[in-house]
């Protein structure tokens, strides 16, 4: 379960009467558009249906059955929130703006780059600042994936900017490939590797471009330093680091 803190209200007034839930506000938003996938008892604030919510009211079983079928909370609360409205307070939709804005900036920053500065990532900063200089504004009802394009498309005008992956290939030294390499794989999607007479361990990985340098900084971190990584364009174009 989450806390109420977290929770927004879900209001349904049907025969007259008023039913209410307390559910975490992303999940109300997936139960409404058919996507929930998640155990409902892990996004509710209380396993139960009130009259009023705020004040702990409960509305008589006859009621519930009335309009629902069933006295049981877990097969009413999904019900609620579909048929219902999601009711939030100024504070609730700004901390879920808040939230979801930063959402949106750690997206672009892991997926995009600068094509007119060799593809190098645009740093969180960078993207924070031509998000303000767009007036975009980031809709706390709507999900951060559907925004992603519409904020593309403000953000153009301001700073040149791309989604793209980038393929590098690195390799690891023998003393260290058996721990390193592990880690490094689950970074991207492994493209190709070869372990080479030596011990030492080459890996293909493909990722979004944004992320190369968190991946370089791993590969150090993991390797004490002595990782060696190329960023691989194509056959014949190989940059190397």
């Known amino acids: 379960m989450i806390s109420l803190d977290d929770a927004v209200t879900a209001r349904l007034e049907s025969h007259g009467e008023r039913f209410e839930v307390l559910v975490d506000p992303d999940a109300a938003l997936s139960i409404k558009r058919g996507e929930f996938e998640e155990d409902l008892e892990d996004v509710i604030a209380a396993e139960d249906v009130f009259e009023n919510a705020s004040r702990g009211d409960r509305p008589a079983e006859s ?59 645009h740093p969180p900063d960078r993207i924070e600042s031509a998000l303000e200089d767009a007036g975009f504004d980031v809709d706390p009802m709507e999900p951060v994936e559907e925004q992603v394009d519409d904020a593309l498309d403000a953000l153009r005008p301001v700073i040149p900017i791309r989604f793209d992956e980038v393929t590098v290939a690195v390799q690891v030294p023998a003393d260290k490939a058996g721990s390193a390499q592990a880690k490094l794989r689950e970074f991207g999607d492994l493209q190709s590797e070869e372990w080479q007479s030596d011990g030492s361990w080459i890996g293909v990985l493909q990722f979004p471009a944004g992320l190369q340098n968190e991946f370089f900084d791993r590969a150090n971190e993991v390797t004490s330093g002595e990782a060696e990584t190329q960023i691989v364009r194509d056959e014949d174009d190989i940059k190397t680091r």
């Open 63 to 121: 009621d519930l059955e009335e309009v629902f079928g069933t006295t049981e909370p877990l097969e009413i609360i999904p019900e609620v929130i579909e048929r219902g409205e999601i009711q939030i307070t100024a504070e609730q939709r700004r901390e879920m703006q808040e939230r979801k804005h930063k959402q949106l900036v750690n997206q672009i920053t892991r997926n995009a780059v600068n094509p007119q500065m060799d593809d190098a990532p």
